[in-house]
């Protein structure tokens, strides 16, 4: 697999993440969640999708000719 490629998904991956860890801090240090343990409820569930993002999100597979072009170099 072309090291591009891998490489703007690895970078997509890591916007997203932080994107949403960014919206999720910025929601439990507002005044909308009040009590610490609500807080730390915002952050514990701010963690999962992330986490499980990075896990799961695979590149896509190389086509027949990507894998004929590699081939070939």
Not at 43 to 66: K, N, Y
């Amino acid at each position: 697999m072309p090291y591009a490629r891998r490489m703007r998904i690895d970078t997509m991956k890591m916007a997203l993440g932080s994107a949403w860890l960014v919206g999720l801090g910025a929601l439990a240090l507002s005044n909308l969640v009040t009590s610490t343990s609500s807080r730390v409820l915002v952050f514990g569930f701010g963690l999962v999708p992330p986490v499980i993002m990075w896990m799961f999100w695979a590149p896509p597979t190389v086509s027949l000719s990507e894998s004929i072009n590699k081939a070939r170099d």
